[in-house]
């Protein structure tokens, strides 16, 4: 499993060796991690770290220091380093050790001649302060920085870390925003520079993934004492390309993590498996109020995932046509147009495709006060309520699965205007304030899906591809759902250890399980009546 902290925990978790005085042998850690993460990029391309084109962009901070030690490795591999430092501000020793490599230096930053010389022998003297310069801008170090860029193998971002706030102020902003065209083309030509981000890519909140253009996309990350939230969060972590964390030592100091995501391993320990003593009913009988006659292509989905999961059973209630149609792709399912609270189950799904269908409202209703565990979707998160209200339905054994403009929708209806906008700006946020505001765990669609739950841990799962992004594909996610939570009731809960954590760790199995639908045959047309069908196999993939 992994585990993400806020940037906070790491700072408070490197004080105790910072108190010690272990700073400068920190930063040198990171920077020599960063190089190879470099050199690993470079031969992964099929290039040399001899002559290669290093290109360095540096801020004020540790993060830019960071970046210049790594610089300075690469440099006595013999990497054409050539480093922009965009502040007046420049840890000296840093940019001495980066020089006595034989890494050259341009400024953006206004300065005058000779500066850059005695920040050189400051550092040589192994001072950490700071390389102060003052005078005018000089543009031709941008403009001889941007011209080398075009030919660049690699430019690594130590702009900003985990000391950054808000997006980029200029000059750096301006550099950036040119890069990202040079990157861009040079994308559409099938070439052009491999961008590598010290900690995080500048401009991503290292604690909320929230992103403040311009920011360079990176194709690598290397990330320092521990994985941050923000790395593992919508929208930033698709700005961060694969992420790799060097150790600093740090890793007793964390506490309790921020976010956990789970891996190929723990679903392969989580994932049911049938047991000798099994018979249909202990195996996991999953209910579902799902389609209509108006959307009867909902119910189908969501049946036919819920059942390519195994499940000792599957119930479908709703309209007799929809279960004639359903019958065809899924005869093992048993149909009926009963009311839940005349049929056993062990979960239920409620809500895809029942809109403006009032029989189906009103089942969807009886089996979200079931007390079972209920995944509530689509137009049954119409009945969710704000949980503490007096009168207000018992919902912690509920599982909203909203995409972003259903989760604004609902947000709205509980009295917090958030808007689609701001819900994909801040997920992570946006799922917990839900899960605070209605006592359910909420597991929020998009590009990383996060689950959120009231006291519980939150989870975000990357697994997904934009393939996934198809009408249907979340009535898929809420049949795999369905049928995990029946299958898992009365098992040990496995990871998280404590029942409550039950729901948000099944949740996020789903989603990860869903999400690794999407990854094969990489961009090939596929639809959502495609995926239950790639159930079983990657299943098999996992588990075996
Ligand atoms: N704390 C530690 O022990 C370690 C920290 N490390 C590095 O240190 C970094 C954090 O260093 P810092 O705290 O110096 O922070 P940063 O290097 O992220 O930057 C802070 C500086 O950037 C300026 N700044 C903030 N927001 C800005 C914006 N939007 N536009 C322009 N300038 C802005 C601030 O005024 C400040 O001067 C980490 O990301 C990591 O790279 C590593 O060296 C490992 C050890």
Redesign the pocket.
């Known amino acids: 499993m992994l585990r993400a902290y806020t940037a906070a925990a790491v ?1 408070a978790a ?1 004080q105790p ?2 108190d010690a005085g272990q ?1 400068p042998a ?2 040198r850690l ?1 920077g020599h991690g960063l190089a190879l993460g470099v050199v690993s990029l470079l031969r992964g391309r099929g290039r040399r770290v001899y002559g290669a084109r290093v290109m360095l962009l540096i ?8 970046a210049l030690f790594a610089g300075a490795h690469l440099a006595s591999q013999g990497a054409r380093t050539t480093a922009l430092l965009t502040s007046a ?1 420049t840890r000296a020793d840093a940019l001495a050790a980066f020089t006595r490599a034989g890494g050259r230096v341009l400024e953006v930053a206004p300065g005058p001649a000779g500066t850059l010389g005695s920040a050189g022998s400051a550092g040589s003297a192994g001072s950490a302060g700071s390389a102060s310069t003052a005078g005018t801008p000089d543009t031709q170090g941008t403009a001889a920085f941007l011209r080398e860029a075009e030919l660049a193998d690699v430019i690594m971002d130590g702009l ?10 200029e000059p ?1 902003a301006g550099v950036v925003a040119q890069l990202c065209k040079i990157r861009t083309r040079g994308a559409l030509a099938g070439s052009g520079p491999a961008v590598v981000a ?2 995080l890519p500048s401009g991503v909140d290292a604690t909320s993934g929230e992103v403040y253009g311009p920011v360079l996309a990176a194709d690598l990350t290397v990330t ?2 521990a994985l941050k939230t923000g790395l593992v969060a919508a929208p930033g972590e698709q700005l961060c390309g694969a992420v790799s964390v060097v150790e ?1 030592g740090i890793a007793g100091h964390l506490g309790t993590p921020d976010v956990l995501r789970l891996e190929g391993s723990d679903l392969a320990a989580m994932l049911p498996r049938p047991e000798s003593t099994d018979q249909k009913y202990t195996r996991g009988v999953a209910g579902i109020v799902a389609g209509s006659a108006r959307y009867p292509g909902a119910a189908l989905l969501s049946v036919a995932a819920a059942s390519a999961c195994g499940p000792g059973m599957v119930r479908y209630l709703g309209d007799p046509a929809v279960s004639a149609a359903l019958h065809v792709r899924n005869p093992e399912a048993v149909c009926s147009a009963e009311s839940p609270e005349d049929v056993r189950v062990q979960a239920w799904l409620a809500g895809p495709g029942v809109d403006g269908d009032s029989a189906q409202l009103g089942r969807a209703r009886l089996a979200m006060a079931s007390g079972l565990p209920t995944v509530v979707d689509a137009g049954a998160l119409t009945l969710v309520g704000r949980a503490g209200q007096p009168g207000a339905a018992e919902q912690s054994q509920l599982v909203l699965t909203p995409h972003a403009g259903e989760l604004s929708t609902l947000l709205a209806r509980l009295g917090t205007e958030r808007s689609r906008t701001d819900v994909e700006a801040a997920p992570v946020e946006a799922a917990r304030q839900a899960a605070r505001l209605t006592g359910a765990t909420v597991l929020l669609k998009g590009p990383t899906t996060v689950v959120a739950s009231p006291g519980g841990p939150t989870y975000t799962q990357g697994d997904g591809t934009p393939s996934l992004a198809t009408a249907g594909s979340g009535d898929t996610l809420g049949g795999i759902l369905v049928a995990l939570l029946a299958m898992r009731a009365g098992r040990p809960p496995g990871i998280g250890g404590e029942p409550r954590d039950n729901l948000p760790a099944t949740a996020a199995l789903a989603a990860a399980l869903h999400g690794r639908l999407g990854q094969d045959g990489a961009g090939a047309p596929l639809n959502a009546g495609m995926l239950a069908g790639r159930i079983p196999a990657v299943w098999a993939g996992l588990t075996r």
């Not at 801020?59 to 960071?66: F, K």
């Not at 900003?160 to 102020?169: A, D, F, H, S, V």
């Open positions: 700072r490197e060796l910072l700073g920190l930063m990171a801020g004020s901070g540790n993060n830019g220091a960071d501000r900003l870390g985990t000391g950054g706030r808000g997006g980029l102020r750096a010290c900690d320092f004492g600093l």
